[in-house]
T-cell receptor, first 110, second 113 residues
């Protein structure tokens, strides 16, 4: 099927690291994406990883890809209150068609 | 570039009325996507266009929904007649190529009463 699965909620303390996990279905996906959605806004592309990479780091963000297990994770270092949002994992299916997970709601508390 | 522009931002309509949502993609992007977001179903792809041609409309819920893209800079999603279960946030997104992912608009929040 076309299910991208994510846990629905994550709560972390400010300053700690957050890890959001995702499993996808299509082993032929060329790119995998993380999007962020803040309240009342559209989805914003956060980062992406090419399928032949295991890891990608971009400032406080680290993406890990395990192709064998079809597992993708997003680590946010030094999580801040401004990171509170819904995070969506997405895989490419066919030509330029993105399938999104249900989203993980990240709550950052003092 | 102003990004993907959707209008209206909010729409409240009565059941049975026709609703038209509008989208202006980013100039130069050749793919356009319509998504619907609800708490129950999350983000659902309704239809997407490539070079103004509908490629996959398998996500369109039923015949009450229709989408057009008469040119590269404009698309509409129409619901006729609308029903309360159509209440959702409708997003339009555009992309240039697979590499860059999508750029989303701010969405239209539709409420059908």
């Amino acid at each position: 099927g076309e299910d991208v699965e994510q846990s629905l909620f994550l709560s972390v303390r400010e300053g700690d690291s957050s890890v959001i996990n995702c499993t996808y279905t299509d082993s032929s996906s060329t790119y995998l994406y993380w999007y962020k959605q803040e309240p009342g806004a559209g989805l914003q592309l956060l980062t992406y990883i090419f399928s032949n990479m295991d890891m990608k780091q971009d400032q406080r963000l680290t993406v890990l890809l395990n192709k064998k297990d079809k597992h993708l994770s997003l680590r946010i270092a030094d999580t801040q209150t401004g990171d509170s949002a819904i995070y969506f994992c997405a895989e490419t299916l066919g030509y330029n068609k993105l399938i999104f997970g249900a989203g993980t709601r990240l709550a950052v508390h003092p | 570039d102003a990004g993907v522009i959707q209008s209206p931002r909010h729409e409240v309509t009565e059941m049975g009325q026709e609703v038209t949502l509008r989208c202006k993609p980013i100039s130069g992007h050749n793919s356009l996507f319509w998504y619907r977001q609800t708490m129950m179903r999350g983000l659902e792809l309704l239809i997407y266009f490539n070079n103004n041609v509908p490629i996959d409309d398998s996500g369109m819920p039923e015949d009450r929904f229709s989408a057009k893209m008469p040119n590269a800079s404009f698309s509409t999603l129409k619901i006729q007649p609308s029903e309360p279960r159509d209440s959702a946030v409708y997003f339009c997104a555009s992309s240039e190529a697979d590499l860059y992912g999508y750029t989303f608009g701010s969405g239209t929040r539709l409420t059908v009463v």
